[in-house]
């Protein structure tokens, strides 16, 4: 089955400063590669998608890159803020034509954004 | 919110109980789905169904048990034989067809082995 690797677990930049979250998958069918953010004591909530037919894709100040040659796709955040400060989760779905797939997820990477 | 529901928010279960988790949508997606959450662990698959009447086992089945008699709902039962069920779960649903595929989750219930 899927696999995604994600990291780095934590990260702490400063306000301003670019967030870079990096995150593999294993099973090369998978073609559907959402972003998650969780505040604390809440639900994830989708915050960016992209889908294996694209390379990029961009909202305002949140990016996503997708490589799928290497597997793995980044999620960039520029221009920080205190708001931003989240565990963040990537995931990875298969094909509606690979069947049964479910959505897969990393670990989360807890970002910080100091004032 | 959202369109899923989970109840209740917090559980409190004595051990050696089996407690039941309710999980309903509204939203007429095939797709649940039953995650656990612990610190450092980030989201891991307890079962998932895409249709009504299947399921499937995911990464850490064991000591749980679901339903899926109607697509609303997906309810997941902790069972005694979970050792650490202590934890925050997470209900998901999704449509899961090619062009749209996004999937949202329930407020979490909060259970606690007292």
């Known amino acids: 089955g899927e696999n995604v690797e994600q990291h780095p677990s934590t990260l702490s930049v400063q306000e301003g400063d670019s967030a870079v979250i990096k995150c593999t998958y294993s099973d090369s069918a998978s073609n559907y590669f959402p972003w998650y953010k969780q505040e604390l004591g809440k639900r994830p909530q989708l915050i960016i998608d992209i889908r294996s037919n694209v390379g990029e894709k961009k909202d305002q100040r949140i990016a996503v890159t997708l490589n799928k040659t290497a597997k793995h796709f980044s999620l960039h955040i520029t221009e920080t803020q205190p708001e931003d400060s989240a565990v963040y989760f990537c995931?990875?779905?298969?094909?509606?034509?690979?069947?049964?797939?479910?959505?897969?997820f990393g670990k989360g990477t807890r970002l910080s954004v100091i004032a | 919110d959202g369109g899923i529901t989970q109840s209740p928010k917090y559980l409190f279960r004595k051990e050696g109980q089996n407690v039941t988790l309710s999980c309903e949508q509204n939203l007429n997606h095939d797709a649940m789905y039953w995650y656990r959450q612990d610190p450092g662990q980030g989201l891991r698959l307890i079962y998932y169904s895409q249709i009504v009447n299947d399921f499937q086992k995911g990464d850490i089945a064991e000591g749980y048990s679901v339903s899926r008699e109607k697509k609303e709902s997906f309810p997941l039962t902790v069972t005694s034989a979970q050792k650490n069920p202590t934890a925050f779960y997470l209900c998901a649903s999704s449509i899961h067809r090619e062009s749209d595929t996004e999937a949202f989750f329930g407020q979490g219930t909060r259970l606690t082995v007292v």
């Open positions: 995931a990875a779905l298969g094909g509606y034509s690979s069947g049964n797939t479910p959505l897969v």
